[in-house]
């Protein structure tokens, strides 16, 4: 029986150092000119790509690393350099994953490389998928898509908001409602290619934190796209749509409550395992700000002096720099848990991916807070870093689910309720 062991490995002590080399000599010097210019680091990406980090191949060998911890391990160096400029390197990503989870071989073959293009010829994707009425509540969707048989084409009308890449993205990846009778599950998912007519970029947001980052809303004004658009085929779909039909109508015929509920719940929660299993890479971008914050406040305190002494010297700091620690690692041990969980295919019996991006988001606010308390003036001013980590962190407990989502599908989990 192999040792237990919290050790990295040393292929991934490798990649934990080359990706922190480039966070600190490339991703922290142009941190605070992007965050101000609240533009996309375009230099910033192409360096990326040029060293191999901003491409499928990367993400995809920290996917499949069989402990689980590549995607985190990463995703912790890359938001330890900066929380906008990692989210502009990793944001195709989430187009890429919609594209890997539910598109063919030939829409994987075809799109993906298109998401990213090369180093000298970066290209950029969107995930689509919030709307302004539609947050949490996916079910309240109102994009639509309906099939143009005569064509062999799809037409999609309806705004996607909170988009990254959104509007500036060469492939936008489109979630849409096709038969909104069936709620969350009469919804497919749509490959808009580039150039497309109807798609236009809708407002782009000034937001409070990772500014480096382009978030916009994307307007979808009869757009039509290839039958081949629709990831997974025409085929898939009806088969689903057909299923969930059948399900529908036998939960509203005579089924009695109870036998309803379980149904239900047991098709809630195949659905929400995969967002359990994508949770912690958030909960790991946490971590990563977090100690990023504890670092500068930890070195600040140990050469700011007052009344003839370091500041840690006070137990009134040094007590606040022990607990940061301690969250930290305690919110890393719970990301790296749920990434090894989602990776050896162990059940999340208590939406354990939920419990690691709860606490590292919630950890990331507090840790942020706390360490420009440490720098008293100096931390509220733009001259250090630990303002701009501030505003970043409270993105954590908002996007990917709200703490108080995550709270919810603890709770219900524990309960033995389905998650709705």
Known sequence: MAEFTLEPSDDQKQVRDWLHGFAADVVRPAAAEWDEREETPWPVIQEAAK???????????????????????????????????????????????????NGTDEQIGTWIPQMYGDADDVKLAAFCSSEPDAGSDVAAMRTRAVYDEAKDEWVLNGTKTWATNGGI???????????????????????????????????????????????????????????????????????????????????GMGVPPLERSREWGRVKNAAMATFEASRPAVGAMAVGTARAAYEVALDYAKTRSQFGRPIIDNQGIAFQLADMRTRIDAARLLVWRASWMATTGKKFE???????????????KQVTAQAVQILGGNGFTREYPVERMHRDAAIYTIFEGTSEIQRLVIARTLAGMPIR
């Open 51 to 101: 060293l191999g980090i901003y491409s499928l191949d990367f993400y995809a060998q920290q996917y499949f690393d069989p402990s689980g911890l590549g995607i985190p391990i990463a995703m912790e160096e890359l938001f330890w350099g900066d929380a906008g400029i990692a989210l502009s390197i990793v944001g195709t990503g989430l187009a890429a994953v919609g594209v890997l989870a």
């Open 169 to 251: 993205a060469n492939v936008h990846v489109v979630v849409a409602s096709v038969d909104p009778e069936l709620g969350s599950k009469g919804h497919a998912s749509f490959i808009v290619p580039p150039g497309t007519k109807g798609l236009s970029q809708g407002q782009k947001f000034k937001k409070h934190g990772i500014r480096a980052s382009h978030t916009a809303e994307v307007v979808l004004d009869g757009v039509r796209v290839p039958g081949a658009c629709l990831l997974g085929g025409k085929d898939k779909l009806d088969a689903r749509l057909a299923r969930a039909r059948e399900k529908a109508a036998a939960g």
């Open 350 to 364: 208590s939406a354990e991916g939920s419990m690691s991006k709860l606490f590292a988001s919630e950890t990331a």
